[in-house]
């Protein structure tokens, strides 16, 4: 009986551990139509690293319609949007050693999927965050909140 019961134990843990993790993983899909499949995402305060896979359901070619996912304060897309211009698709659009990108992928072409996964270190359920696509020109359409929930 002793051994049933701590069996039963460990099973509602994993069950309690696997859900804390998955609400710190977020998906996000984007398309040849120049679009993320939404304009909010969230994560609780509970998560210290959270992890965001990018899929683009698209066809075209990462040159033609590629897609990243960076993170930032608000404040700072525009310049991150402009440096990772300068920065070329040789470095997925996004400025090298910049302190004010909280988190970035690679750009994915049609058909392919990428991840990142970083620490929530500095950010707070005050913050004002921002994900986008820096390809040139799709930060206007391809953006949104990024929400930290208490
Ligand atoms: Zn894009």
């Known amino acids: 009986m002793r051994l049933l019961k701590t069996l039963l134990l460990g099973s509602a843990l994993f069950v309690a551990n696997s859900a804390l993790a998955n609400d710190c993983e977020l998906t996000i899909d984007s398309n040849d139509n120049m679009r993320f499949d939404t304009k909010e995402m969230s994560v609780p305060a509970s998560c210290s690293e959270v ?85 040139p020109g799709h930060s206007a359409i391809m953006q949104g909140e990024f929400k930290i929930t208490n």
């Open 51 to 135: 992890t965001v896979k990018l899929t683009h359901s698209g066809n075209l070619a990462k040159n033609v319609m590629g897609h990243n996912w960076v993170l930032s304060e608000a404040s700072d897309m525009q310049s991150v949007v402009q440096q990772g211009m300068s920065a070329g698709l040789d470095n997925d659009y996004v400025p090298s050693g910049s302190d004010a990108v909280i988190a970035a992928t690679e750009v994915i072409g049609g058909g392919e999927s990428t991840s990142v996964t970083f620490s929530t270190d500095g950010m707070s359920a005050d913050g004002n965050y921002k994900f986008y696509c820096t390809f």
